[in-house]
């Protein structure tokens, strides 16, 4: 499935489930993701869909730091800033 694709799928099904108000399973998802092992835009578009319900889910902030950690390693401080801005 391209990159594309699985973006779609990511912001499709977590969007279906915060209009639902099923926010613990938008949580479930976030912790059940792989993050040394999936792409890094696949992380930014969870970042990115999950922005508006980051007070009504609870495994949001620490999701943001270990993608935070994760592209520190690679990209340094600054890029890394500069990616997950207003994310």
Known sequence: M?????IDKIF???????LEGKF???DEI???VDIENTIEELL???L??????????RW???FYSDVFSKFLKTRGISETQNLLKNL
Do not use: M
């Not at 499709?12 to 915060?18: A, E, P």
């Not at 990115?48 to 889910?57: F, H, R, W």
């Open 30 to 32: 976030l912790k059940s």
């Open 48 to 57: 990115a869909i999950t922005k508006a319900a980051t007070p009504k889910l």
């Open 24 to 26: 613990e399973e938008v």
């Open 2 to 6: 391209s990159i594309d694709k699985q």
């Open 12 to 18: 499709d099904q977590v969007d279906d489930l915060c």
């Open 44 to 46: 930014i578009a969870y």
């Open 60 to 62: 949001r902030d620490r």
